[in-house]
């Protein structure tokens, strides 16, 4: 499927929201892979952080059958201090006006900051990842708005800096959901139109090992919401603390009970930092699922 190739500033409008349509009706879950163009980042901090590095690691990503491909140049690990806007668009700039005109899937920036979401946006990019989900830039809204670009809306208790100290939830699925539903009556308040708009529960982001697992196990219980799930549970603590694997990509097998879970309650994107091994198993359990007769 062919991608924005060139830059998709406000003149690209037509042509992004035809790809994003085409992208949410394909048959089965899209893989969002992961590029982390940080040095501190929880799995893979400083292995893509130089320009090379990273472009390459793009690529590879590209090449093992992303669907799209999830930018970011600031850690948003728990306990991580903001990075200043200008270093962030240092990272991620570049990195996005290469790629643009050479891949052919669409490139997502994982930022809360507008001010790089807009330069991404004008550099090639065509999706908003924003954790804070609207919230902590007030122009974000606007400018995605503006551009009519997809906006991936997560939920988070807290911050960063603050959101693992010690999460507490009265009722889990219904306050998030009800995060959801003001977050979304926001979004579409400030013209963004309703099939732009993807929800995160947000895996890992203030959130217990229990809290994650319930959301999992759980998910389905989103979508009466009425919009497509993403999911994120990729080499997060929770499987390092099942599996007793180190941060990193000995958690990648972990990662796939997760995704399984997530694709059967009815996620429609899931963010991995292993594409290839997302891909097999998509595979798989599509082959299984098509069999006549099947019980899912």
């Known amino acids: 499927m062919a991608g924005l190739t060139h830059s998709s500033g406000l003149a690209e409008i037509p042509e992004r929201r035809r790809i994003w349509a085409a992208l949410l009706g394909a048959p089965r879950p899209l893989i969002m892979g992961v590029l982390n163009i940080t040095p501190d980042s ?19 990503l590209v090449a093992a059958g992303a669907d799209l491909l999830d930018i970011g140049g600031e850690s948003t690990r728990p306990f991580a201090d903001p990075v200043p806007l200008s270093e962030e668009l240092r990272r991620v700039v570049p990195v996005i006006e290469a790629l643009a005109p050479e891949i052919t899937i669409p490139i997502s920036i994982d930022t809360y900051k507008a001010e790089v979401a807009r330069a991404a946006l004008d550099a090639g990019a065509a999706v908003i990842n924003d954790i804070s989900a609207l919230r902590f830039d007030p122009g974000m809204a606007a400018l995605a ?5 997809p906006v991936i809306l997560m939920h988070m208790q807290g911050t960063p800096r603050d959101m693992q100290r010690q999460p507490h939830y009265d009722d889990l699925m219904g306050e998030i959901k009800a995060f959801f539903r003001e977050r979304l009556d926001f979004a579409l308040s400030q013209g963004i139109p309703q099939d732009l708009l993807v929800l995160d529960p947000g895996i890992g982001f203030g959130k217990t090992g229990e809290h994650n697992l319930e959301i999992l196990n759980r998910l389905d219980e989103f979508l009466d919401l009425g919009y497509p799930l993403l999911i994120g549970p990729s080499r997060k603590a929770f499987i390092g603390r099942i599996t007793g694997q180190p941060a990193g990509e000995e958690r990648d097998i972990g990662t796939l009970a997760a995704l399984a879970v997530s694709v059967l309650r009815g996620a429609r994107l899931i963010r991995t930092h292993n594409v290839a091994y997302a891909r097999q198993f998509l595979a798989v359990l599509d082959a299984i699922r098509s069999v006549p007769g099947g019980t899912w």
């Not at 292995?47 to 590879?60: G, I, N, V």
């Not at 708005?145 to 670009?149: D, F, G, K, L, P």
């Open 42 to 60: 929880f799995t893979d901090g400083g292995l893509f952080f130089d320009y090379a590095a990273a472009l390459a690691q793009a690529r590879s």
């Open 145 to 149: 708005a503006a551009y009519q670009a």
